[in-house]
């Protein structure tokens, strides 16, 4: 209930930006393997802002 006006920190706003890139790609591997694989290269990128934080 105190958590209702908590906002997102940064790193879990990029983890939820992870999950849903990963998520894209998942859905792009059976159809579209280019738009998977840049899907799958903005998540890296992702990744590596949340290894700075």
Do not use: P
């Amino acid at each position: 209930m105190f958590g209702v006006f908590k906002k997102k920190s940064e790193k879990e706003k990029l983890e939820a930006t992870y999950k849903k890139l990963l998520s894209e790609a998942h859905n792009f591997s059976t159809t579209n393997r280019k738009m998977s694989d840049q899907k799958i290269f903005e998540a890296e990128e992702i990744l590596k802002k949340i290894e700075k934080l």
